[in-house]
């Protein structure tokens, strides 16, 4: 079993509305929850972190932590086509370990 | 300023070659790490340099893959005698120190091995 599960995708959506990716997790020693974006031919950018459990809001993004569920949320609103990209959650215990990502499709 | 950056962009060798690739981390962050990322697999941490510190070498997958980093900046990732399963894109990252959350991508090399 992996430290990190994240589902590959594809994931469509129509523009403008909400988008939920999920990661979980086994490992309880993780205490930071990391979202990247990656773009096509681009490398990872840092997207929101957050540490422990907890929501975290920054303009459309919302992150979430259930440390007890070991489980990982992301929330997208309003969402448009720019938001289109892989996103990839990670977590940092010691090191930090990246999900497989997710591919997001914003439809216009 | 200046992102890190790698080359080369892209890179297509055959079976049996050695490669390098180069990676040019921000001015004064002393982490660097190498990842390789391959379809539906995401982020395989390979190797990682602190400093000075002897570099954490458990990620890499076989005695054909070595690292260096030089002066405590620039690093370079060799595979030698290239197999198919090695065709992945490298990527670089770097953060000003170990114990932070956040790493800085470079863009990536694309290596094709035919």
């Known amino acids: 079993q992996k430290e990190v599960e994240q589902d590959p995708g594809p994931l469509s959506v129509p523009e403008g509305a909400i988008v939920s990716l999920n990661c979980t997790y086994s490992?309880?020693?993780?205490?930071?929850f990391m979202w990247y974006r990656q773009y096509s031919r681009k490398g990872p950018e840092l997207l929101m972190y957050?540490?422990?459990?907890g929501n975290k809001e920054d303009g459309r993004f919302t992150a979430q932590v259930d440390k007890s569920s070991k489980y990982i949320s992301l929330f997208i609103r309003d969402s448009q086509p720019s938001d289109s990209a892989t996103y990839l959650c990670?977590?940092?215990?010691?090191?930090?370990?990246f999900g497989s990502g997710t591919r997001l499709s914003i439809r216009p | 300023g200046a992102g890190v950056s790698q080359s080369p962009s892209n890179k297509v060798t055959e079976k049996g070659k050695d490669v390098e690739l180069r990676c040019d981390p921000i001015?004064?962050?002393?982490?660097l790490y190498w990842y390789r990322q391959s379809l539906g697999q995401g982020l395989e941490f390979l190797i990682y340099f602190q400093g000075n510190s002897a570099p954490d070498k458990s990620g890499l997958p076989s005695d054909r893959f070595s690292a260096e980093r030089t002066g405590g900046s620039v690093s370079t990732l060799t595979i030698q005698r290239t197999q198919q399963e090695d065709s992945a894109v490298y990527l670089c990252?770097?953060?000003?120190?170990?114990?932070?959350?956040?790493?800085?991508f470079g863009p990536g090399t694309r290596l094709t091995v035919t």
């Open positions: 490992n309880s020693a993780f205490q930071y």
């Open positions: 990670a977590m940092k215990a010691s090191k930090i370990i």
């Open positions: 001015s004064g962050h002393t982490a």
């Open positions: 957050t540490y422990s459990s």
């Open positions: 990252a770097s953060s000003l120190e170990r114990g932070t959350y956040e790493q800085y």
